[in-house]
């Protein structure tokens, strides 16, 4: 089934830097629909594998999805390959004029395939467990990465799975995206919104909003001007409102 999108065409100045995280199920992915006009086409680099089942099919000239590999063979054995594709992929599009956004879903399983990528490099298996020399490295790279996502002049829509970090003095949990260590709160500084996914309501009464101010629990925030703390998973009324601003 093709995909169908319900934003306005309206001339996009500026563009829109948005991280959504949260649990599975709560419409991330599928708020990618609300699209609006100037941010297609948009390229979805599908890392989490399920983009195409939630949003009925990808369809060329709208939304071009990219499944990058795990791993590709090398000589004799499989080598994590993904996240060399990704950049490959980006690289293309950044040549590619006609592209107006950029999708990663999910950042979290990038995360993974460059602890993979850092784990090969280092001659280490990748079911060891990583140092921190490792760990560093890895944040390098995810930094590197977003730097440059941030640089290309797009939109822009990062998703994420949510964790629990607990504050080790204070006791104090907070749910961020879910990144290892550092990343869960220097990753959402290069972001305009940060919008927590979460659904409300039962049966007929189910809405999937974002959560757009911080709370004493939720990390979240927002650029945007006359955004209430809570709003529908619209993003052709979240962009609007920011180029607005």
Known sequence: MPLEFDGSDDVSPA?????????????????????????????????????????????QGQLRGFIPDRFAKSGRKEVPAA????????????????????????????YQNIMDYVMNKNNKPLDSAPTQPDYGMAMRFCIKFIEALSEMNRHIVVICHEDNHTNDVTGITKVTPALTGKLATKIPGYFDNVLHAKVK?????????????????????????????????????????FNDK
């Open 201 to 241: 309501g039962k049966g007929d009464k189910r809405e999937y909003i974002w959560e757009t101010v911080p709370s004493g629990l939720y990390t979240a925030r927002t650029r945007t001007q006359g955004i209430d703390p809570e709003i529908p998973q619209d993003f052709n009324l979240l962009m609007k409102n």
């Open 83 to 110: 996240y060399e594709q990704v950049k490959d992929k980006l690289t293309e599009v950044h040549k590619d004029e006609s592209i107006n956004t950029i999708v990663i879903d999910s950042f979290t399983e990038l």
């Open 15 to 59: 563009p829109s830097r948005n991280l959504v995280y949260g649990e599975p199920g709560m419409g991330k992915t599928y708020s990618l629909r609300t699209l609006p006009g100037f941010a297609l086409p948009a390229v979805l680099i599908d890392l989490d594998r399920g983009a195409s089942s939630i949003l009925g099919g990808f369809e």
